[in-house]
């Protein structure tokens, strides 16, 4: 083999040793899996016991390329939804005082639509959304419409009616003359 020079003859040695593929992919699995039992402690405080289990998990994961070609589809689109994230924030920051409050909800909408873009095009590329590309997505732009305004009307009634739940009207506990409250 050719001694390499440059960044890209690097990375596809890389790849053709299957560090891309199986590697990371295991790495990863196994990490989450031996950090969730570690801090969950379902089976006990044993480390050994957990990094077993890990490792099982890990190389089961691998056993067919279904983990590989999803980590290979989602994580460039995770790239571009991060790099969306952060023109939003540079955008944001010209705009946004530091006592506006109504900057978090647009985060968590700014957020939820590059989550959501992410998963929907990784799945798509992997053919699970209805065994068909994303050219038919005007098929179920509607549908999603419509649940997106439910949703929307949910949020609506549930923080409404957080607000109005715990004002400081006329329910008692007012601090007046009564009867004191219980256990004291």
């Known amino acids: 083999m050719a001694l390499t020079t440059n960044l890209t003859d690097i990375l596809n040695n890389l790849a053709d040793y299957g560090v891309f593929v199986y590697l990371l992919p295991f790495l990863l699995i196994f990490a989450v899996v031996f950090g969730i039992l570690e801090k969950a402690k379902i089976l006990g405080t044993n480390r050994g016991v957990h990094a077993t289990i890990a490792l099982a998990v890990g190389l089961l994961a691998l056993q067919f390329d279904y983990v590989s070609t999803f980590f290979a589809s989602i994580f460039p689109y995770a790239g571009i939804g991060i790099a969306i994230v952060l023109v939003a924030l540079i955008l944001m920051g010209l705009i946004n005082k530091n ?86």
Do not use: C, E
């Open 99 to 184: 006592d506006d409050h109504w900057a978090k909800y647009i985060w968590l909408v700014i957020g939820g639509v590059a989550f959501i873009a992410v998963v929907w095009a990784s799945l798509d590329d992997l053919g699970f959304l209805f065994g068909r590309g994303l050219g038919d997505f005007a098929d179920i732009v509607p549908v999603v419409l419509v649940l997106a305004a439910l949703g929307g009307l949910i949020a609506w009634i549930v923080v409404g009616s957080g607000r109005n739940s715990g004002g400081g009207g006329s329910g008692g506990g007012g601090g007046g003359q009564g009867t004191p409250a219980p256990g004291h």
